[in-house]
């Protein structure tokens, strides 16, 4: 355990000297958090979205509490609902020059982050990273999704969303439940009394919220180009580079390793090639899917062997994922009065290439076409030119070969309903359900919720 993480989360009387200290500075913390969001709450400062739902996947608290693994199988199952979404990621610590930029399925997270990377390839879903999220938001709604999942940002309160879920650790919970920097909360405990829903990580089952348990579904191989298997019994080095690392130690533990080494790297953080391929040499390594894509290109490289992937997957109730899409329908109204208020401000919605695709640029474009006028939203033609990402950027800048330019499209106003579109219909390439959400129809049952 850091040092830190002892302060916040031990029960000690070493634990409490260092927290006296610092609570002047978390009252000074609280009375500046308050002041933000009332700031938001009175319109002094203004927040907007896109013209399409957005649903947060935050905390309160500092570190690895599960939101990469929520987002995921978000993804996954609102895809089998009939919706297409998309993510966005502020993208920490990466180091890309040029925002909003999409995440390629085959990116370098040293660029791009590792869980942008690890979301893209795991849920196939379009990711955009940008810390400007609201900007960021537009561009992934210009990409055709109709839902935006965001990982984090449950306090970038400049973004506006419909959909709130707050992710805890199960074993850690609130800590000593003081705000940082003695405690680990980003806003106290009476936030989670205002988000649609608090999921709590871990097997322990806690009164009220929404269990989530991160099942262990494979081991594979660092380098997919060779065929290991790792004994269940094995003694091994458990590799870690994640927020909550004793969560990983116990997973592992669980599934009835011996665990001789524990190399804690830090979050987000990565060691030099050579200090892995030494440690592997000793006995064989096991790290998480978040570490491994840091990895991956290397261990190819240099035909690495005796390292391995734990491989989870979050598994949540159905009634869970339900309530989520469910939201998402019912929040119909604001969105079309968001996108009434923007499209009167001027705002237009340029249609932009997705990026590894693997259909012709005319073809990419009619079933985000037919997928708006669906959604209610006329359409007309006109220029736009196909982003270039960041890798290319440098080869296409060398090109002497003009660019040529696609057609896009720009939406407009309209008062057609999504419930013109016959059950079965294709849009986005999907299959859509007939009770899909109306961006621009209100149920006349329908209240529209505080916000």
Known sequence: MSFLNSVWYGNNIFSLLVQLPLLPFSSLFACVAATRRSLYAHGICSKTGPVVPVVVVGGITVGGTGKTPICIALVKELRARGFNPGVLSRGYKCHCTKFPSQVPMDADPYIFGDEPCLIRRQSKAPVVIDPQRVRGADYLASLGVDVIITDDGLQHYALDREVEICVLDGSRMLGNGHLLPAGPLREAKWRLKTVDSVVVSGAVAHLGYNPMVLKHSSITP?????????????????????????????????????????????????????????????????MTAKDAIKYQAEAKQHNLSNVFVFNVTASLSKQFFDGIANSIRQSAFKVSQRRKEREAQGYKLTLIEPIDSPHDKEALLEPTTAAADALGIASSTTEAVAPISPESEEAASKSTAPKKSLKAKTFGKSTDSISSVSEGSDIFGMKKPRDIYDPSALPSELKRRKD
């Open 222 to 286: 660092l380098n997919d180009d060779l065929s290991e298997t790792l004994d269940s019994k094995s003694e091994v080095c458990a590799f870690s580079g994640i927020g909550n690392p004793e969560r990983f130690y116990t997973s592992l533990e669980d599934c009835g390793f011996n665990i001789k080494n524990k190399v804690d790297v830090g979050d987000h953080n990565k060691i030099p090639f050579e200090k892995l391929q030494k440690l592997c040499e000793q006995m064989p390594v096991i």
